[in-house]
């Protein structure tokens, strides 16, 4: 593996790990009813799991952005998003799986049906972020092979 790809698949590693980071921090703050001080100024009227879940999913898709260009930019040869998403194993997604059952647990336990649906939705877009993320690297990683 080249000193490029290299970088890349590090690069890529630390932001998938800022990634799941996001995911644990924003269940743990659902699960035990942390305060939040959103990042994005809000003016509308939502609740404190609202815009908990505005933030996650704006960091994650950034996070997801860069992978997606990162991958891109650093391959020979363009991939497919289909062939992306084929290269990242199932054994990857264990913990982004995991995460996302902490995610059904705070929708059950929420107390607004709004607040349900965000939750869901919003742990559905982690799972894929993840896929899109772990298969960004393990490209990165097969094409410099």
């Known amino acids: 593996m080249n000193s490029a790809?290299?970088?890349a698949v590090i690069f890529l590693s630390v932001i998938n790990i800022l990634t799941l980071a996001s995911g644990v921090i924003t269940e743990l703050t659902m699960a035990?009813?942390?305060?939040v001080t959103s990042i994005i100024p809000i003016q509308a009227q939502m609740t404190v799991n609202q815009i908990l879940l505005l933030n996650f999913t704006v960091i994650i898709t950034v996070t997801v952005l860069i992978s997606i260009v990162?991958?891109?930019?650093?391959?020979?040869v363009p991939y497919s998003p289909k062939e992306i998403l084929s290269n990242c194993s199932g054994?990857?997604?264990i913990l982004p799986i995991l995460i996302f059952c902490v995610a059904i647990y705070n929708a059950v336990s929420?107390?607004?049906a709004a607040d349900r649906i965000w939750i869901i939705l919003s742990g559905v877009y982690f799972v894929l972020v993840n896929l899109i993320n772990f298969g960004c690297i393990l490209t990165v990683k097969y094409d410099s092979e």
């Open 32 to 35: 035990l009813g942390g305060d």
């Open 110 to 112: 929420a107390e607004i």
């Open 5 to 7: 790809k290299k970088a």
């Open 91 to 93: 054994v990857f997604m």
């Open 70 to 76: 990162t991958a891109y930019l650093v391959t020979d």
